[in-house]
């Protein structure tokens, strides 16, 4: 039975009738459904539902970020770590890129992973000759299909297009490697071109189409339709790669496993050309919240915080506040109404374990936002006997002094031993 995962109001009536162009043209072999917000997958268990690999790109898309520069000896632990993380596929850079990009990928595809180490080339045959002798399992091709990327990058028309993925994707099938073909700026694209282009790539046995919103303009509407007419054209696996220009990689990429894509391209922090792409870490907490046993069951969460720590020490920058999950202040409470249900029930403001990622929950308590309970927490942590009354009072002071100055934890313990010693001295005399 099919859930109703959303209200019909939020998909108005004109957009149901002719949301995109995608829908709005027809040929005789294409299937013009109008995708109804009934045929997303429904979210609640993930296992059940959905069925999706990560295709981690952080050493092909992640080094093409603005100051990423990763080493040989780099690339391997990347890789390794991202194996022991359970990604699927480990996307690398083209061998064509310079002679240690091929020596890398050479010594990538040689470790012997569990993932299966692919690589991005454009659809050439030379490209793809190169990334065989290189020993990959698959060559991720991809070709501009959008007007605007046809005319100021390879100038060709689609015909040429299937024309030349013909013969690369033969040469693949006849050296065992996966072929996946994606439409460059497929979201900008005209979709008759698209879904000519994916069928007939299916029909030259590819593993995969790939669907690339490669300038980060589409939205989780759009994704949904698109990806689910395409899921509704072909048979085959479906690949997504969305950059985060506007903010809605995340968002965009749980639509399409939902609309029936089947791989999502990640990168470690979400590194990637311009502003990047779906952040691995971010991207695997969103699913987290939907079926926590299964995403902590397939995938080794707690290596990720020291993974992007490395990438960002590589990529030199920091990683961000608010990061997902490992930002500095992803698990920390401020408020005293937050603090004190967060101490009895984390689960009341937090809907990921901190635990199951390997970081730590914070309470920020000195501050004037603070609540009474929390700075009784504190006392216990600290193993002091206050009456509440002391706690009442310590929570006074700490709020009057930070209304004039900032004030630390230090300052707050030092005012709550001195209360405890001060109890403590009044109940020997009382005794
Ligand atoms: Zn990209």
Redesign the pocket.
């Known amino acids: 039975m099919r859930s109703l995962l959303f209200p019909k109001r939020l998909f108005p009536k004109h957009l149901l009738s002719s949301p995109t162009r995608f829908l709005s043209s027809s040929t005789s072999q294409l299937i013009y459904s109008i995708p109804n917000p009934l045929d997303l997958v429904p979210l609640g268990s993930i296992k059940q539902s959905l069925r999706f690999n990560i295709v981690d790109s952080t050493l092909r898309?992640g080094e093409q970020f603005s100051s990423a520069f990763f080493s040989p000896e780099d690339k391997i632990y990347i890789a390794k770590t991202l194996d022991q993380i359970g990604v699927e596929y480990i996307e690398v850079v083209t061998p064509m890129a310079s002679k240690q990009s091929a020596r890398d990928c050479t010594a990538l595809a040689k470790l012997g992973l569990k993932a299966k180490v692919v690589t991005h080339t454009r659809c050439h045959m030379d490209d793809v000759k190169a990334a065989i002798a290189c020993g990959v399992d698959g060559v991720n091709m991809y070709m501009a299909t959008s007007a605007e990327l046809r005319k100021y990058s390879h100038g060709k028309d689609i015909d040429f297009i299937i024309n030349s993925a013909r013969e690369v994707i033969e040469y693949c099938h006849k050296h065992n490697v996966e072929a996946r073909f994606s439409c460059e700026d497929t979201f900008r694209s005209d979709p008759t071109d698209v879904l000519r282009v994916y069928q007939a790539m299916e029909r030259l046995g590819v593993k995969r189409v790939g669907l690339?919103d490669?300038v980060g303009v589409a939205t989780p509407l759009q994704v949904f339709q698109v990806v689910a007419t395409v899921r509704h054209n072909v048979k085959c696996d479906i690949e997504f790669?969305v950059?985060n220009d506007t903010g809605c990689c995340i968002a965009n990429a749980l639509i399409a496993i939902q609309a029936g894509a089947t791989h999502i391209d990640t990168c470690v922090l979400g590194i990637?050309?311009r502003n990047g792409?779906t952040p691995l870490g971010g991207f695997l907490g969103r699913l987290y919240t939907i079926d926590k046993d299964y995403i902590r069951s397939k995938y080794n969460l707690p290596l990720i915080r020291d993974l992007e720590k490395f990438v960002a020490r590589k990529a030199q920058i920091d990683i961000p506040f608010n990061n997902y999950i490992t930002g500095s202040a992803a698990f920390t409470h401020k408020a005293g109404v937050h603090s004190k249900a967060v101490m009895q029930n984390p689960g009341s403001y937090e809907v990921l374990d901190p635990a199951d990622f390997g970081v730590e929950r914070n309470i920020e308590i000195a501050h004037r936002l603070t609540g009474w309970n929390a700075v009784k927490v504190r006392s216990q942590q600290l193993n002091l006997t206050i009456s509440d009354d002391g706690i009442k009072e310590a929570t006074k002071y700490i709020k009057n002094l930070a209304d004039s100055q900032e004030v630390t934890t230090e300052m707050l313990d030092g005012k709550l031993v001195e209360l405890a010693k001060r109890e403590t001295k009044n109940r020997r005399a009382d005794a």
């Open positions: 898309e690339a490669t790669h950059h990637g050309e792409i």
